[in-house]
């Protein structure tokens, strides 16, 4: 009786863990522009204090405006393209295991190309330079349908090479 338990246990484990790799993905995606700049764009908004906060901490820049606001559900092994704004394009791909690909293509270029874990509620933020000392962020998280609250937490990589972080 004891193996059969164990059998059984083993087979719902198996296949919820199948089924996990192969959801589907909510995900949040900001184009965040920084710089040290008042405000010169009546279309920009400052974002959150949250993640302002942890911008604040991390980079140089006074002001942290978003540029553009998206949600999409990623379904798993599609490629999903968001045009974020006229030079900016993220190619993204659900890979399973909260995994994603991303493929971040500025002014018709490659600018960055990776692969990373998004783990609720922590953001992903890439970035680069831009003209006149400002800087482009691009942040990702993946939304928990169980919990949207707002990330307290913050992982960085950016096209510069800077080492993650929290």
Same mark, same amino acid.
């Given at each position: 009786?004891?193996?059969? +338990?164990?059998?059984?246990?083993?087979?719902? +484990?198996?296949?919820?863990?199948?089924?996990?790799?192969?959801?589907?993905?909510?995900?949040?995606?900001?184009?965040?522009?920084?710089?040290?700049?008042?405000?010169?764009?009546?279309?920009?908004?400052?974002?959150?204090?949250?993640?302002?906060?942890?911008?604040?901490?991390? +980079?140089?820049?006074?002001?942290?405006?978003?540029?553009?606001?998206?949600?999409?559900?990623?379904?798993?092994?599609?490629?999903?393209?968001?045009?974020?704004?006229?030079?900016?394009?993220?190619?993204?791909?659900?890979?399973?295991?909260?995994?994603?690909?991303?493929?971040?293509?500025?002014?018709?270029?490659?600018?960055?190309?990776?692969?990373?874990?998004?783990?609720?509620?922590?953001?992903?933020?890439?970035?680069?330079?831009?003209?006149?000392?400002?800087?482009?962020?691009?942040?990702?998280?993946?939304?928990?349908?169980?919990?949207?609250?707002?990330?307290?937490?913050?992982?960085?990589?950016?096209?510069?090479? +800077?080492?993650?972080?929290?």
């Amino acid at each position: 009786m004891n193996s059969m +338990f164990r059998s059984i246990l083993a087979v719902l +484990f198996v296949t919820s863990a199948v089924a996990a790799r192969g959801a589907d993905m909510k995900l949040e995606a900001r184009l965040i522009w920084g710089t040290s700049d008042d405000k010169t764009d009546a279309k920009c908004k400052p974002i959150d204090p949250e993640l302002a906060g942890k911008l604040h901490g991390m +980079f140089k820049w006074k002001n942290y405006y978003e540029i553009t606001n998206q949600s999409e559900n990623l379904a798993a092994n599609k490629l999903r393209t968001l045009k974020m704004s006229d030079q900016c394009t993220l190619q993204l791909k659900n890979v399973g295991g909260s995994r994603i690909e991303v493929n971040c293509i500025g002014q018709g270029k490659e600018v960055h190309k990776g692969a990373y874990t998004l783990d609720p509620p922590k953001w992903l933020v890439l970035g680069g330079n831009c003209d006149n000392n400002n800087a482009w962020f691009i942040a990702l998280r993946a939304v928990d349908p169980k919990n949207s609250i707002a990330s307290k937490v913050i992982t960085k990589k950016t096209a510069d090479g +800077f080492p993650s972080g929290n």
